[in-house]
Nanobody, 115 residues
Framework: VQLVESGGGLVQPGGSLKLSCAVS????????IAWYRQAPGKEREFVAD???????TYLDSVKGRFTVSRDEDKSTVHLQMNSLKPEDTAVYYC??????????WGPGTRVTVSS
């Protein structure tokens, strides 16, 4: 099982970024992929998950600004982030809870929101 994030970078407040999480080694359609983030000096926190259809769940502070989507053909989950704020600065990780009870994480992609 492998997850690899991409798409991070430096963006000004109010800007947008689209993160991607490429997943391999599993039947992609059978799993919910979640996004977490960890800001400097803070604990890792849940951001969103990629449930099918309209069942995605979001952290309250990103609702209306972030949108998660799945590309089943490419086994990829995207996190579209709009109206970014400095407090969104963090390393963003994707993760899945495997059927044998293990959690798998990607290495993360850094997002910096700063003017």
């Amino acid at each position: 099982v492998q997850l690899v994030e991409s798409g991070g970078g430096l963006v000004q407040p109010g800007g947008s970024l689209k993160l991607s999480c490429a997943v391999s080694g599993i039947p992609f359609s059978s799993y919910i992929i979640a996004w977490y983030r960890q800001a400097p000096g803070k604990e890792r926190e849940f951001v969103a998950d990629s449930a099918h259809g309209d069942s995605a769940t979001y952290l309250d502070s990103v609702k209306g600004r972030f949108t998660v989507s799945r590309d089943e053909d490419k086994s990829t989950v995207h996190l579209q982030m709009n109206s970014l704020k400095p407090e969104d600065t963090a390393v963003y990780y994707c993760t899945l809870h495997y059927s044998d009870g293990r959690d798998f994480w990607g290495p993360g992609t850094r997002v910096t929101v700063s003017s």
